[in-house]
């Protein structure tokens, strides 16, 4: 069975500085990765995603991931944060037919943003 | 497109009463899917339609869950003899899968359920 791992609970970063979720994932082939943000009391936006390919994907509000099969990860990046980037961001694994929608999604990283 | 719509927004029920959510999809997709999140939690995979078709169940849910998709439109997810452990927020979203072209899942903003 698949699973992801999100070691960092909680991150707090100063507004302009870089930014670095991680992200490591468990599945036997070539998985969809995800990544998706909460705002409190919100669905899931879609930040970004990788199903095969170049293994650097860029995304929305200018967040890119990197996936690097040697360390099943999947880490998000950006280069200068800003006030409004603070929520919850999760990562999921998708796989199988089912997998742009059947998601293992790991428990979320919250980012708070200082000014 | 106005996105996964979901009804309603927040639902507080008395423990033992029986609850019904509703889910519209993203018109022209064909798969629906489930997904309970509780307090500091990811999203957890509950079940899935394409079409009017349920196709996969999680263990997470139980007898007392019942999901519908009657004409592979919108689905209704309800709970029968709440208990306080159904607390959480409910998802649901869509897709669409048809040969050649897939799209990744969108989420509706959710139902968030309290049961006293």
């Known amino acids: 069975a698949q699973s992801v791992t999100q070691p960092d609970i909680h991150i707090t970063v100063s507004e302009g500085a870089s930014l670095e979720l991680r992200c490591n994932y468990s599945?036997?082939?070539?998985?969809?990765l995800f990544w998706y943000v909460q705002s409190p009391g919100q669905g899931l936006q879609l930040l970004l995603k990788?199903?095969?390919?170049?293994?650097l994907v860029q995304g929305i509000k200018g967040f890119e991931a990197e996936f690097k099969r040697s360390q099943s990860s999947f880490n998000l990046r950006k280069p200068s944060v800003h006030w409004s980037d603070a929520a919850e961001y999760f990562c999921?694994?998708?796989?199988?037919?089912?997998?742009?929608?059947?998601?293992?999604f790991g428990q979320g990283t919250i980012l708070t943003v200082h000014p | 497109d106005t996105g996964v719509s979901q009804d309603p927004r927040h639902k507080i029920t008395k423990r033992g009463q029986n609850v019904t959510f509703r889910c519209d999809p993203i018109s022209e997709h064909n798969r629906l899917y489930w997904y309970r999140q509780t307090l500091g939690q990811g999203p957890e995979f509950l079940t899935y339609?394409?079409?009017?078709?349920?196709?996969?169940k999680s263990r997470l849910l139980s007898d007392r869950f019942s999901a519908e998709r009657p004409k592979g439109s919108f689905s209704t997810l309800e709970i029968q003899r709440t208990e306080q452990g159904d607390s959480a927020m409910y998802l649901c979203?869509?897709?669409?899968?048809?040969?050649?072209?897939?799209?990744?899942?969108?989420f509706g903003q959710g139902t968030r359920l309290t049961v006293v």
């Open positions: 339609f394409q079409n009017e078709a349920q196709l996969e």
């Open positions: 990788y199903f095969s390919g170049d293994t």
């Open positions: 999921a694994v998708g796989a199988g037919g089912t997998s742009y929608g059947k998601l293992t």
């Open positions: 599945y036997g082939a070539t998985p969809y």
């Open positions: 979203a869509s897709s669409s899968r048809r040969a050649g072209q897939n799209t990744e899942a969108f």
